[in-house]
């Protein structure tokens, strides 16, 4: 017996840290080579891994019942019956069921314990049926017809997509990273020679990641073309979306420096959905501070008498950039720090007990929850990309407005 106690993974099931597949079609050559591959693993003493097991076990016992085709066919029985005699003597057969009110109760017919588990007593059962030539009952042992051997298997035949498959599996010590472990076996394994016909493959835990950060990176994507399509059907303009856009780069820069500063693992679910939620909250700064610079250009060029459309001077658009972003500054910077705040107690996986709070006056606060290992990389993903990218939006937001509104004039020059 093997016990294995694992950490709760708090999600989805995604299989082993390390897990290697390997597939063919002999299944004999397969277990020998998936052998020669774990001691050639184990040989290179990589860093992180536990124990790599196969999950096939070799040298199983089984019995096997040979069955007399000819034989049995000259006595009128069939390889199905002997089969069907067998599996109701080991595992027993429903032949009628008892009801006791509104209960039902099947009622099962086999041999007692002391005679299934008797090779001698199973072969030696008598099967009782009608002979079709004559009309008569007849009975014939099964050992008259058949004989069991003795042998050893496999536990299992495994199979993925119609292929033969055999998994080297192990977990990775506390503290090493499972994607480095998995690319220091991949580069242990890139010049290794495989028999003809036979192929690996790196599944589990990476294989399930790969295909979440290509789903939730396609997920961002339509997000960021989303917004854009809004934001251009809003402004009536494709500089400002971009200049807007702009933030979400930041975000997603203060994300990767917060999570390599404070040494944080980058957990592709949880990690992508906060920088897709990312996307809709940065911009929202950036918006709020270039419709007002906006309407103070506006009110601009009525105080100078200029038309609508008309570009305002150098000095008068760099006054109205500071005068927007002094009086935008604090709105921006309460924003942030209220959403950030907010996310603090599901960051550090804070608990409270309200129960006791009011009934014996004592919260009983403590940090650091089971929710915490699920929601945490999600918040300071959040925390992370927003604090970047406010502080950067207040800066390179309104330069790149300022860069954009000269490159206008400068082409209007050009063409006028």
């Known amino acids: ?4 106690v694992d950490k709760d993974s708090n999600g989805p099931p995604t299989g082993p840290p390390v897990n290697i597949e390997i597939s063919g079609d002999n299944y004999f050559e ?7 591959i774990r001691a050639f693993i184990d040989g290179k003493r990589i860093a992180g891994i536990e124990e790599l097991k196969l999950d096939v076990e070799t040298g199983k016992p089984e019995m096997p019942i040979e069955v007399d085709r000819v034989k049995a066919r000259a006595l009128g029985l069939s390889s199905a019956q002997i089969g069907d005699a067998m599996r109701t003597a080991l595992f027993g057969k429903e032949v009628s069921r008892f009801k006791d009110g509104e209960d039902d109760y099947p009622i099962n017919i086999r041999m007692s314990s002391q005679y299934r588990y008797n090779v001698e007593d199973l072969m030696n059962q008598k099967i009782t049926f ?14 008259a017809v058949a004989k069991a051997k003795k042998t050893s298997t496999f536990s299992s035949v495994k199979r ?3 292929k033969r498959v055999i998994s080297i599996q192990s977990n990775v010590l506390e503290g090493a990273n499972p994607t480095e472990t998995v690319d220091a076996i991949k580069a242990a394994m890139a010049n290794y020679a495989l028999p003809r016909g036979m192929k690996v493959d790196f599944t589990g835990e990476q294989e399930e990641q790969a295909k979440e950060l290509s789903f939730l990176s396609g997920a961002l994507l339509m997000a960021v073309f989303l917004i854009f399509l809004i934001l251009v059907s809003q402004f009536n303009s494709a500089s400002t979306p971009f200049i807007i856009l702009v933030t979400v780069v930041f975000s997603l820069i203060g994300v990767l420096l917060g999570l390599v500063i404070f040494r944080m693992e980058f957990v592709i679910m949880m990690t992508m959905i906060g920088i897709i939620s990312l996307a809709g909250i940065v911009v929202n700064n950036a918006i709020v501070l270039i419709d007002f610079i906006k309407q103070l250009s506006a009110r601009k060029r009525v105080e100078l008498g200029l038309d609508e459309k008309a570009l305002l001077p150098v000095p008068e658009l760099v006054e109205t950039i500071v005068e927007a972003g002094r009086t935008r500054l604090r709105p921006v910077l309460l924003t942030a720090i209220t959403t950030i705040l907010g996310l603090i107690p599901l960051a550090t996986g804070m608990n ?3 129960y006791t709070l009011f009934s014996e006056n004592n919260p009983h ?10 929601w945490g990389p999600m918040s300071w993903t959040v925390i992370f990309g927003l604090t970047f990218a406010t502080f950067l939006t207040l800066v390179i937001v309104p330069v790149m ?3 954009f509104e000269r490159i206008q004039r400068t082409m209007a020059r050009w063409f006028a």
């Not at 017996?1 to 294995?4: L, N």
């Not at 606060?365 to 699920?374: E, K, L, Q, R």
């Open 130 to 143: 009608r002979d079709q030539a004559s009309g008569k009952i007849k009975q014939v042992p099964i050992s």
């Open 401 to 403: 407005y300022y860069l």
């Open 365 to 374: 606060i403590f940090f650091g929850g089971d929710n915490v290992v699920f």
């Open 30 to 36: 397969l277990v020998e080579t998936a052998d020669e």
């Open 160 to 162: 993925k997509n119609l």
């Open 1 to 4: 017996m093997v016990v294995s």
């Open 352 to 354: 409270i007990n309200f």
